[in-house]
């Protein structure tokens, strides 16, 4: 027999809500606070000149240091196809590729991208000319509202080249193996882009299209 | 989100000096997590120094036959790395384990180790918590407070956050070391055994490293074989944070390593608990999480631990 885990249910003793408000308050300033959340100014200018290299067109733009790549690509581009769900990294709707790699924009600055090239769903396709992509969503009713729908068709293509590079995910099997094109990876791979309406099944179906259409 | 001056470097004992000489500097890489905490304010920086034109994201041998992972190595590229893949699978398993695509693509070797807990109080600036605010209270241990995600061992009266990486975890089993260069020019070693601090009275500190102080890269041991496994459980299949996470090493003569996530304020592994494979999860489940203090919430988190590891035991 294996010995039992011994352990012991921590009590709820500590002070809680206003009461421990009214506690610091009383304490008073700590230094260790400003180690956690640094005070300081500023030293040096707040807004930096960029230069994007947006769907192969060269955009110069000023922006204050805060501004996100959405909202650089957004509200001063005028690019609104990129969307804005959680601003946070939790729902994949402002995915756009930088140098040809899918990342959250919510989740970078303008800043950091300076000289880079960022592509959006206004450089994949139009409605004239659509990616294969595009009218595979078209075809398969891959979104009802279309909100996650840029984000969606964005990481769908980033994908189908992240299986063909070898990168791993969570469900890949063998490491050291070619891999697979499945429903499993193509799920586990569009896991960060969440879609409201819940059209999953019909996203899945729109990339299998174009991954098999790719190997014919 | 506060102004903030910005800054790009191209040296790292210039970035590190740069950092300990502003007040309110810090170092953005991958920004996935600080700029996250940014938009919310918990991080307040005035001014920030990017990081990731310091030429540290390569992946390189060491003499002593292991690998040398530069900071800015992106944790797409380190999972993918076919030498990582091969020789280290349980790091490969433990980063493809976290987060997403999109997020793995930006999140860096030093960011990842330096994310914040994703304590829900933590996050809340409406509620006391310790780790914020130092001395304000822990809103994670009052009446009716949420503590399922919340860690059951390491823990203190005043944190009982966890370490939220997965990589971590998966570094933790091959006796990973973090190595940095400090303001004023100097390299420091520091095994990822050491490099997390546990909460004590001070859960606003959490690392070894000092102001200013700039990690540059982790380096892994050679090889060390055998079969490596990552089992995370979490409350949905994908993109969601560790209840519970095993990381194991199998050897065929039966030795073993195993590194707990989801439980403790740092990846949590004991030798005492390596010792005990022969004799099954529940005893080495005894040594590594004997004494432990859960909350009535999280308690099921003892009994996961030991089932995961149980199964990861019974598989072929
Ligand atoms: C929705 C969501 C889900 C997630 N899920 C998971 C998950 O399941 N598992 C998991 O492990 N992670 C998860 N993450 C966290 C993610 O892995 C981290 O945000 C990421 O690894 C941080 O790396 P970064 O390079 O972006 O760091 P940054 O945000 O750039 O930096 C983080 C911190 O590290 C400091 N820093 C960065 N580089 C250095 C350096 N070289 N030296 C010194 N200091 C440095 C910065 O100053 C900052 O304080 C998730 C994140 C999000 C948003
Ligand atoms: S557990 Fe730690 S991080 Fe969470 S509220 Fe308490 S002090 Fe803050
Ligand atoms: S808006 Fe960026 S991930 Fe949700
Ligand atoms: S189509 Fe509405 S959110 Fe996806």
């Known amino acids: ?216 | 989100m506060r102004a903030f001056s910005y800054e790009k470097v191209t040296d790292p004992a210039q970035a590190a000096a740069r950092a300990a000489e502003v007040e309110g500097a810090k170092f953005l890489a991958g920004g996935t997590n600080l700029l996250d905490l940014m938009k919310l304010e918990i991080e307040r920086p005035a001014h920030v120094i990017d990081v990731n034109g310091l030429g540290l994201d390569e992946i390189t041998e060491t003499e002593e036959g292991g690998l040398r992972i530069g900071a800015l190595v992106t944790n797409t590229a380190l999972s993918a790395d076919a030498r990582i893949r091969r020789n280290y699978a349980v790091l490969t398993r433990a980063i493809a384990a976290g987060a997403s695509g999109q997020l793995r693509n930006k999140a860096t070797t030093g960011g990842n180790l330096l994310q914040r807990t994703r304590c829900p109080y933590f996050y809340d600036t409406a509620q006391p918590c310790n780790k914020r605010a130092p001395g304000s209270g822990c809103a994670a241990l009052s009446e009716g407070a949420f503590s399922r995600q919340l860690g059951v061992i390491g823990t203190s009266d005043a944190c009982i956050a966890t370490h939220p990486s997965d990589m971590a975890v998966g570094m933790r089993v091959l006796d990973a070391v973090v190595e940095t260069v400090t303001p004023e020019g100097m390299t420091r070693s520091i095994p990822l055994e050491e490099f997390h601090l546990l909460p004590g009275d001070t859960p606003e500190r959490e690392n070894a490293l000092m102001p200013g102080e700039l990690i540059t890269a982790v380096t892994l041991p050679a090889p060390v074989g055998g079969e490596q496994k990552y089992h995370k459980v979490r409350d949905r299949a994908s993109y969601a944070f560790a209840l519970v996470s095993v990381a194991l090493i199998r050897q065929p003569d039966g030795t073993e390593r195993v590194a707990l996530g989801g439980v403790a304020p740092k990846p949590w592994r004991s030798a005492a608990a390596d010792a005990e494979l022969s004799n099954g999860a529940a005893a080495v489940m005894a040594e590594l999480l004997g004494g432990a203090r859960p909350t009535e919430e999280n308690a099921f988190k003892i009994t996961l631990a030991e089932r995961t590891l149980a199964a990861m035991l019974a598989e072929e």
Not at chain 1, 117 to 125: A, H, L, Y
Not at chain 1, 151 to 170: D, F, M, N, W, Y
């Open chain 1, 1 to 216: 027999m294996s010995p039992p885990i011994e352990f012991e249910l921590r009590r709820r003793t500590l002070l809680a809500g206003s009461a421990a408000i009214a506690m610091s308050a009383a304490s008073g300033q700590r230094s260790a606070a400003q180690t956690v959340t640094p005070t300081g100014t500023p030293v040096g200018p707040e807004s930096t000149a960029v230069t994007l290299t947006v769907n192969g067109e060269e955009r110069e733009l000023t922006v204050d240091n805060r501004t996100t790549l959405l909202d650089a690509l957004r509200e001063q581009l005028k690019l609104t196809g990129t969307k804005k769900g959680c601003d946070h990294g939790q729902c994949g709707a402002c995915t756009c590729t930088v140098n040809g790699q899918r990342i959250n924009s919510c989740l970078s600055l303008a800043v950091m991208h300076d000289g880079d090239e960022v592509k959006t769903i206004e450089g994949i396709g139009t409605p004239e000319q659509m990616d294969p992509m595009q009218a595979a969503f078209v075809e398969n009713d891959g979104f009802q509202c279309g909100y996650c729908t840029p984000g969606q068709i964005t990481s769908a293509k980033s994908v189908i080249e992240e299986i063909r590079a070898g990168i791993p995910s969570h469900v890949t099997g063998n490491l050291t193996a070619e891999i697979a094109l499945t429903d499993a990876e193509i799920r586990e791979r569009m896991s960060g882009n969440i879609c409201r309406c819940g059209a999953y099944a019909n996203i899945l179906a729109a990339i299998t299209q174009v991954a098999e259409g790719d190997e014919a």
